[in-house]
Structure formats: C-alpha cells, structure tokens
C-alpha cells in the first residue's frame, strides 16, 4: 500500500521498461498531461538520449534547446529557463531532447549536469516526469533511476515477460529507488488473465499522431 506521505514525497517520476515499446514514452506524456490539467506545475524531460521522441510527438520547434545541448555544455553558459518549452496545455513545459551518437549517453546523464537541472526544477515544478529508454539492453533508465524520487515500471500486454519485470523490481531494490507503482498498459480485456505470460515481442516504432493538435489552453 501506498502511503500519503510517500506521494507527497515523490515529486520527481521515472518511466521506464524493460523493453523496448512497452508504452513508456506514451504513459509519461499522458500522466504529464493530466498531472497539468489538475493543476499541477508539471515538467515533462525527454531522458531518451537515443530514441528521443518528445520533440516529435508534441510538435517543438527544432532549434529549441535540447537537454543533449544542457548535458554537452560544460561551461554553464545556458540559463534553465532557456530549456523549457512549453506544452500544448497551462501548466505544462517540456524539456525535449536529441539523439546522441557520439558518447554514451549514460555517462553524459552522469556527470552531474542533469542532477543539478532536477534541482533546480524541484524549485519551479510541482511534478517532473522523465522519459528514459528501456532498463534492459542500457544503463541509462539506472543512471535516471538515482536521480530520481521514484520509477513507475511500464509494461505491456503480449512484450513484457514476467522475468523481465522480476529483473527491473530486483534492479531498483539494487540501485535504491522505490518503485511507485506498475502500469499494465495495452490490456486487451478479453486475453487479461493472459498478462504477462506472452513469450516475445511485436512493436512497430512511429507515433500515430502529435499532440499539438489538441492546442494549449
Ligand atoms: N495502449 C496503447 N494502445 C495503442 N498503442 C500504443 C499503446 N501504448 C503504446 N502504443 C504505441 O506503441 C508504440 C510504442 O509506445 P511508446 O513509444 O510509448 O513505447 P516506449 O516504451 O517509450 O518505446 P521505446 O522503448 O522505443 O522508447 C507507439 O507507437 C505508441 O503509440
Ligand atoms: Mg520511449
């Protein structure tokens, strides 16, 4: 059971998955977009250095600031602020991301650079949501992990394997971060007691549509 006072306490929220297309980068923008309709201050960070997709599903303009350009600069030149763009509704900014090639994006999400930005939005945010790429192939989502209040695992009818959820809980436990809570995303009502028991995995990558559309205020 979950505790008030451990709500109150869990600002910052990971989404993560063991695999790939399990419904992460889709759960975190529709908990963002609810935490912003409530009223909440709500900063959505795309922590996805290799497959980053908040710039694409909500529609940012390209030359905005990237976290990749916040990570790269060394020297503290870029105001906070300068970061942010906001999202399609009050109440919600966007931290949107680029792909890195070049380095391991969990040693650039490691050097202290991102620490000090969730910082500094845990002065101007009342919920930070980050989006990571999936725990298993990566260390990214375990770099993300120690940054944060606490992850909410994602899982998905006919991907997740019930091992792979096992590993992620047992991966946490390790690192030291409470789990909030899982997702079981995708559930066909009708094959439900089946959840969790698929042996492999379809995904097709591309989003449907963006949320721009649905206009800010
Ligand atoms: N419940 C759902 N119903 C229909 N489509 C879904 C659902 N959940 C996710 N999808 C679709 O599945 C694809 C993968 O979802 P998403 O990108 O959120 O997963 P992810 O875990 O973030 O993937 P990745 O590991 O590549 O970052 C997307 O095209 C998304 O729109
Ligand atoms: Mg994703």
């Given at each position: 059971m979950i505790s008030d006072k451990f709500i109150d306490q869990t600002k910052v929220l990971l989404f993560c998955s063991v695999m790939?297309?399990?419904?992460?980068?889709?759960?975190?923008c529709n908990l963002a977009i609810s935490s912003a309709l409530n009223g909440s201050r709500t900063l959505l960070i795309d922590g996805d250095l290799r497959r980053p997709q908040l710039a694409n599903i909500f529609d940012t303009d390209e030359s905005h600031p990237s976290l990749l350009e916040w990570l790269s600069n060394d020297k503290n030149t870029m105001m906070h602020e300068e970061l942010v763009s906001q999202g399609i509704i009050s109440n919600l900014d966007l931290i949107t991301s680029r792909p890195l090639k070049e380095i391991n994006p969990a040693e650039l999400l490691g050097r202290g650079r991102l620490a000090e930005l969730i910082e500094w939005a845990r002065e101007h945010y009342d919920r930070i949501i980050?989006?990571?790429?999936?725990?298993?192939?990566v260390g990214d989502a375990q770099v993300l992990a120690n940054l944060v209040d606490s992850v909410v695992i994602v899982s998905r009818q006919g991907v997740t394997r019930r091992r792979a959820l096992k590993f992620a809980l047992h991966r946490f436990d390790e690192i030291g971060t409470p789990v909030f809570g899982c997702i079981a995303n995708d559930v066909k009502h009708s094959l439900s007691g089946m959840f969790g028991g698929a042996d492999g995995y379809g995904y097709a990558y591309g989003y449907s549509g963006s949320y721009k559309s649905y206009g800010r205020d």
């Open positions: 790939p297309g399990e419904g992460k980068t889709i759960s975190a980050i989006d990571s790429p999936p725990l298993g192939p």
